[in-house]
């Protein structure tokens, strides 16, 4: 493979002149290791993922119709919601079937270019799921400290800005990471000790300096997840004393209810990816990243339809009305 973005000959739109800088003879193909080694797990390692896969996506694209379909759903937080359903819908199609391709046919192998593309989109999903978490935490701060201007602050034009800025930011943070991984060379043990392909085992293979690549992943750390959890933070701080300003119990009850789904659903997420991926070389444990791995790639995304709708009475409501709705 002499390529040095073969992943991208179908796919240009992700090339940048990063990858245009290496021309390095690499791998054709890694392992993936998978997730366990003992046979007799495959069997219910099989099941279990298959049913959170099904439920992942069955789950959010119930959600996307539900707020598709009803009017009374077409405000910014339910805006936002749709596309954090699409975020987790790519990050479980972009892991899990490989993974019950594993665990069914015992096939391990990954291509050099697959490997590359499931680390782009996944790492896009991922970003992308941090900045609409900040951009869901300023909507739920507009809402109950600033009720008065939520209308001006929230307008259709500020809610499509937002949106265009978490995909915008979330697809070039991914491709230039990924760009990146492309410039190494791998000529030793191609065995990624993970059930897919992800930056920090990826990184421990190769024979070349990865310097780079760690220091793009520490400003990556530093800019998608701590200042995005700081803001996040910082909003329901503001939130939270707001609340406690409020005189009845039915009113905080009420104020806290609009937040707790979102503050549940980012506590979860936060507490994956931070330890992912600020445990960058060899401070990469294999074994608790494949549990990270399992809890922010298919758990989150079966989880939030669950979180956002349970407790939501006109998310319910919407529910239960799509069986009217003519499917032709």
Not at 39 to 45: A, T
Not at 75 to 93: E, G, H, R
Not at 146 to 151: I, K, S
Not at 189 to 206: A, G, Q, R, T, Y
Request: aromatic residues 12%; positive net charge; hydrophobic residues 50%.
């Amino acid at each position: 493979m002499e390529h040095s973005c073969p992943f991208l000959r179908g796919a240009w739109w992700l090339c940048c002149p990063i990858c245009a800088m290496s021309n390095r003879t690499l791998l054709t193909e890694f392992i993936l290791q998978g997730f366990s080694d003992a046979p007799r797990l495959r069997g219910p390692f099989f099941a279990l993922f298959l049913c959170l896969f099904v439920a992942a996506l069955g789950g959010n694209l119930l959600i996307v119709a539900a707020i598709a379909s009803s009017p009374r759903l077409h405000t910014p937080m339910y805006f936002f919601l749709v596309n954090l359903s699409v975020l987790d819908v790519t990050c479980a199609c972009t892991v899990v079937p490989k993974l019950l391709d594993i665990l069914l046919a015992e096939r391990r192998s990954i291509s050099y270019g697959g490997c590359m593309a499931q680390m782009y989109f996944l790492s896009w999903s991922v970003a992308g799921e941090v900045l609409l978490f900040t951009a869901m935490a300023y909507d739920r701060y507009v809402a109950i400290c600033r009720p008065l201007r939520y209308g001006s602050l929230m307008s259709p034009r500020v809610c499509a800005a937002l949106a265009g800025a978490v995909w915008g930011i979330s697809v070039l943070g991914a491709g230039v990471n990924t760009c990146l991984m492309t410039r190494l060379s791998f000529c030793g043990p191609n065995v990624i000790d993970h059930f897919f392909c992800e930056i920090p085992p990826v990184l421990v293979l190769s024979c070349s300096s990865t310097l780079v690549n760690d220091i793009m992943a520490v400003m990556a750390d530093i800019f998608f997840a701590m200042l995005n959890f700081l803001l996040t933070v910082v909003s329901y701080g503001f939130i939270i004393s707001t609340i406690l300003k409020i005189r009845t119990a039915e009113g905080k009850q009420r104020a806290f209810s609009t937040c707790s789904s979102h503050l549940t659903a980012v506590t979860l997420y936060y507490s994956t990816i931070i330890y992912t991926y600020l445990s960058p070389g060899s401070s990469y444990s294999p074994g608790m990243g494949k549990v990270m791995a399992v809890l922010y790639s298919t758990v989150s995304p079966t989880l939030n339809p669950l979180i956002y709708s349970l407790k939501n009475k006109e998310v319910k409501a919407a529910l239960r009305k799509l069986p009217e709705f003519d499917p032709c």
